[in-house]
Each structure stands twice: as C-alpha cells, then as structure tokens.
C-alpha cells in the first residue's frame, strides 16, 4: 500500500454547503420505498405529456415493461420547444468547441428550435416517416445533436454510430437496422488534420452484393475536403434544411414508441441493437441528471465528455440536460489536442461547473500529471462525475484533489448501454461517497448482488467483505431497454435467462457489498477470475496496481492455469520517470498486490509493456490480452483502436 492509500479516509461527506443548496434530499430514498410507482410517476410529471398516463407501469408481459401507458408526449418538444414557450429562448444550451482552436459556436435554445424544426421538415421532405430508421454517423459537431433531436420529433428511430469506428462496423449496423437515410459530414478533425468521413458511408452501403436500404446521405459541410459525390442520392446539409421552414408542429407519440436504437457489443461478435423508447427513457433521463448532477440549469455550466456514439452522449449529452434546459459544453476533439491542456482551458473559459467523464480519462491526466492541471483556474467546478468502469480509489482521490480542490463531491455512477440511465450512484449532498464504489441504487431503482441460486450475499464481519456475486437489477425501471432489435430471443437469453425464476435482469457484471452496504462493482463477469476457488476480480488487482506511484495503467486477465484455475497476469505501462521496468520493480508490484489484496491475489505473472490494446472507447480489450496470457492466435482485432500495440506488447513479453 501506497503511503497516500494508507493515510488516505475512505469516506467522503460533502460539504454543509453542498448538502444544503443540493437539489437531492434523503427523503428521495423514503418516498421511492414507500410508492416505487408513485415516485415514479411524480418524476415523469417533469415533462410536458400531450395526453397523460392511465398506468405507471404494465410488466404483465415480462420482460417487456410498458412505462406510463397510454401517455402521449414528443420528445424533442419537451427538449427545446417547451424551454422556448417558457421563455427561455435565449439560454444557451450548447457552447461549441471546435477541435480547431477558435472554432466555436454558441446555441441559445431558440436557435435549436429553430434548427430541429428546419431538419425535421427536410428529413420528411427526404421521406422519412416515423419508425423510419436513420444511422448518424458524425463527429461532435451541433449538427449531430439537432439531427438526433430532428428523429424525435419526427418519431423516426435514431441509430448514433461512433464516427471512429470502421465503414464495415457502419454497414452491419445500417444493414441490421435497414436505415434510409445516413447523416453525415464530409470529413472530420483528427489531432488538427482534417479526414474523411464520407468515404466511408459511401463504402458501406456499395460493399456487399445486396442493394442498400440507404436511399439518401444527408452531408454537412464540416472540414471543406473533398467528397465522393452520388447525384439524386447524395444532399448537402446546407441545401435542404437551411431551406427548409423554421416551423414544425411537433406530433405526440405513445410513451412506448420507440425512440432509437444503440449498438453495443455482445459476447457473439454481432452487435446487439439495443432498443429505447420515449416516456420512460427520457423521465429516467431528466430525473438522474436532475438529482445525481445536482442540475440549476440557471447557473450551471454542465460539461460531459462522452462521445454522442455511446449511450452516455445520448442520455447525459443529448436527453437528459436538453429535457432539464441545462447549458452545456460540447467538445469535438480529444484531450490532447493541441496539446494536453485542452480539457482545462476549456472548463476555465466556460466556468464549468459539472464535469463528466470516463476513470480511463482520469488516469490519462494522472499520467500527464498534475502541473497541467494546476496552470489552470478550475475553480468554478463544483461536482464530478464518472462513468463507464469501475475507478480505482487513487485515481478517484486524484480527481478529487486535481479537478475538486479536495472539496467537490465526485457521483460515480454505474448503469449501462441497455440500462439507458444512471442506476446506481451517489446522490450528491446526501450520500457519503466512497472512492471505488458507486454506492447504493438510486431512488425507484432496485438492485441486489446474489450468488449462482439467487441468494443475497451479505457482508458480515465473519466473512469479510470479499465475498462476490453477479450484480441483479430485480424490479423494472423506466428507462429499461425494450429489447435487441430483430432478435427478442437474444434478448431474453442475454439478460434475463440467468434468474428466469425470480424474472430478475442479469446485468453481466459482479459486485459486493460493503459492510456498510454500499455496492461495489467489480467490472463484467467474463473480467472476475477465480484462482484456487476465489474470486477476484480484475478490477481489484488492477486498482492496487495503479495504486503504486510507479505505475500508470494496469490490465489484469485471468489466464488458464492447470494448478490454479485461473491464473493471474498482468499488464502495466509505468509513470514515464519511472525507468525501472526490471525484475526488481516486478517482484515489487506483485508484492503490492499481496499486500493490498491478499497473497492469493498476487499475479503469477506481469510484464511491463508500452501501450495497452484499448477500443476506441477506451475500453481495455482484456479478450485480446487474455490470448496474449495464454499464447493464442489474436481473435477478432476489428474494434482495436491501434492493432500495431501487440507487437510492442509481444516483444515486451
Ligand atoms: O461493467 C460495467 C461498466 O460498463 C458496463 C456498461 O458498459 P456500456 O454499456 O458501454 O455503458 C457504459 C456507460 C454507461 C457495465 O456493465 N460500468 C459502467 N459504469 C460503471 C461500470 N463499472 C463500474 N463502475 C461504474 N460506475
């Protein structure tokens, strides 16, 4: 253990001033056990229903749940029309930053309106009609977020693609979703080199021997580069919706209809279009960012720095601040450009106030160290925020020290793709937080961690607080996933197969308790290993890895070992003034882990290595390193973000 681990607290309180102006209080929590339903209905009753709800919820066809029967509503409208009608058409809503420094571009609410109003218009002279699909395939430019919204309005499902991600990945998710139409620009910002982006659609939808559904690219003019262009298929941006009416009378849809469709990875290698609709999605949405970001969107400068391609852009970019009329920061470009001083000059020119973003980024400004951070005034950041995997407490603490001025309260918060919305979490003001956890279901959510034959596993002093489980979600919640597009079968196989008795939705993840009853997740079940009979989790290693000053990163896989089970091996890049990668900083780190964890958790094996192979996510591909461990050909490298890592990785063995 680290000298700061050691003297480190292991709880954090917010301040009486936080908890006071917080928008959470505990009686959240006594009200949601009391009337689930009821709770839930007063959360929906922050948006704007154009016929209201019969029925909160309707599980008698589980696991299809039906939220807020018979209510009628338009999304888009309760994201930007309803602020508008209230007077608030000169918020901002979107500060723009462009890669390019300089580039920027403000949008009050009245200037959204008016643009979703002129793509919905031209999207239905392109002949969508709802139910429709589109695939949006762009980077973090205005235009996408007005395009997503111009879907809603029109009730035509949205399929977000990652623009980083290859033409091949596009065409299976065009094909599966048969979109007719792809919105897109012609090319886009890479670390200050413009690149094409339009080339690939183009691929996408000539490649294969059967005829596109594509019937239209919609393109906006991002970088200028030159474009492939098919005439009668092919529409600029700037021609048919800046030409199009500014009006647009939005139509109610029923709670249920869909609203778009995310793509995530499965165990299979085909993706799995994960289905959302609109009533409970979007009440899921505002209420979570409304309590767990502490939301005043009068003051507030909001900042997630999730992609749109991911289901955090959607639900903490798009719905949830737009439906709350919050002002945010939207970001085209990565960290380091043009250098690593991006993200901190960015929350100083805005006054940023709430920052969002992955522990992957943490430990990224960690590795850069805190100089870069301290040449800047962070002062108006008031709460942080993680998502996306588990954090390791000393990175946590290091946001906390670096970002919050060892004040802020930091919500680390776990759901997922096919979750739609934040389930577990602090409530910032209310909930004492612990660095690695994300603590306890938020109110109106239920979630248990149990063994094999559904059994709770609880801590107790006995036992200790080791003892893990699979992490359950045993009542429905609004924002739930609908279903896999094109395949219910899969959908009830994947999820809710595994405690089909108790109909409770397997999340695919472990976690524990602690003895204070807070949850912590352990990172997905294929990351648990289990050596000589005991669990342990990825996660932790990796944790008391990077708890080392030496060390930057760390992936830990289990590997098949005949004596053990499973065997642990583990991957670390070290701080870059740390020269010793020998046998001595080995034996050290292994050491370390005993120490931190316990002597069984000590990897048999760890190789110091220069990069490690990550997604273009920033998801470390254990899969990949796992075949590395154990000597095997490489599966599937198509989501890898830089295949040549292995060769570094392999000469480093
Ligand atoms: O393993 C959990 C991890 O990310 C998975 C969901 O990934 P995805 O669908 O890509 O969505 C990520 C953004 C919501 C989960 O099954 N995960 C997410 N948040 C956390 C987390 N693990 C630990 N702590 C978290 N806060």
Not at 265 to 274: A, D, M, Q
Not at 314 to 334: C, F, I, R, W
Not at 496 to 525: C, H, K, M, P, T
Request: glycine letters at 8%.
């Amino acid at each position: 253990m680290t000298d700061t681990c050691t003297e480190a607290p292991s709880t954090y309180a917010a301040s009486a001033e936080f908890a006071a102006q917080a928008n959470a209080t505990a009686d959240l929590y006594d009200h949601a056990n009391r009337d689930r339903l009821g709770f839930w209905a007063a959360q929906a009753d922050r948006l704007s229903w154009q016929t209201p709800f019969s029925q909160v919820l309707d599980f008698s066809d589980a696991p299809f749940a039906k939220w807020f029967v018979d209510g009628r509503l338009n999304v888009a409208y309760n994201c930007v029309d309803r602020h508008v009608e209230a007077g608030l058409g000169e918020r901002v809503a979107i500060h723009w930053e462009g890669e390019p420094v300089g580039d920027r571009r403000t949008i009050t609410y009245g200037e959204l309106y008016t643009d979703v109003c002129r793509a919905a218009n031209a999207l239905t002279g392109l002949g969508l009609r709802a139910g429709d699909r589109v695939a949006i395939y762009m980077p973090m430019v205005p235009e996408a977020v007005v395009a997503m919204l111009a879907c809603a309005r029109l009730g035509v499902m949205h399929s977000v693609v990652f623009a980083g991600y290859s033409a091949a990945a596009l065409k299976a998710r065009i094909d599966d979703a048969e979109a007719k139409l792809v919105i897109t620009t012609d090319g886009q910002y890479r670390r200050g080199q413009a690149v094409p982006l339009k080339e690939s659609v183009d691929e996408a939808i000539s490649a294969g021997t059967d005829a596109s559904t594509v019937e239209h690219v919609l393109v906006v003019r991002r970088t200028g580069i030159e474009t492939p262009w098919s005439e009668g298929r092919d529409v600029w941006w700037h021609d048919v919706v800046n030409s199009a009416s500014p009006e647009h009378t939005p139509e109610a849809f029923d709670s249920e209809h869909p609203l778009f469709l995310l793509y995530t990875s499965g165990t299979t290698g085909k993706p799995k279009g994960i289905i959302h609709t609109s009533g409970g999605y979007l009440t899921q949405t505002a209420y979570t960012h409304h309590y767990v970001f502490d939301i005043k969107p009068e003051t507030d400068v909001y900042w997630c720095t999730a992609d749109i391609g991911w289901i955090t852009g959607h639900s903490y970019v798009v719905y949830g601040p737009l439906a709350n009329g919050a002002t945010q920061v939207l970001y085209e470009g990565t960290p380091a450009s043009p250098d690593e001083h991006r993200h901190f000059e960015i929350i100083e020119k805005y006054g940023v106030t709430i920052y969002y973003t992955a522990p992957t980024l943490v430990r990224t400004f960690m590795k850069w160290g805190r100089d870069i951070a301290d040449a800047h005034n962070l002062s108006s950041l008031r709460l942080l925020g993680t998502v996306g995997e588990p954090i390791n407490p000393e990175a946590w603490r290091w946001y906390r020290d670096v970002f919050g001025a060892n004040e802020t309260p930091i919500v680390d918060t776990w759901w997922q793709t096919e979750t739609g919305a934040a389930m577990i979490s602090p409530l910032p003001g209310v909930t004492v937080c612990k660095p690695g956890s994300a603590t306890r279901p938020l109110p109106g959510i239920s979630a248990r961690v149990v063994d094999d034959n559904g059994n709770l596993i609880e801590p107790s002093p006995e036992l200790g607080e080791h003892a893990s489980g699979y992490l359950v979600l045993d009542a429905p919640w609004p924002s739930m996933l609908r279903g896999i597009w094109g395949d219910q079968d899969r959908f009830r196989e994947t999820y809710w197969s595994r405690f089909a008795e108790q109909g409770w939705y397997f999340a695919g993840d472990g976690a524990r308790y602690d003895l204070d009853g807070n949850i912590w997740v352990l990172g997905r079940i294929d990351d648990v290993m289990n050596v000589s009979g005991h669990r342990i989790s990825t996660a932790e290693v990796e944790s008391a890895l990077v708890g080392h000053s030496h060390v930057a990163e760390a992936a830990v896989v289990g590997a098949s070992d005949e004596h053990t089970g499973q065997a642990i091996i583990a991957f670390v890049i070290l701080q870059a003034d740390s020269a010793d990668g020998g046998k001595h900083m080995v034996d050290e780190l292994r050491a370390e882990v005993a120490r931190e964890i316990s002597p069984i958790a000590r990897p048999k094996e760890i190789h110091v290595v220069p990069e490690l192979p990550k997604t273009r996510s920033g998801k470390i591909m254990r899969r990949l390193l796992r075949d590395v461990a154990e000597g095997r050909e490489l599966g599937d490298t198509s989501t890898l973000l830089d295949p040549a890592v292995f060769e570094a990785i392999r000469n480093a063995r």
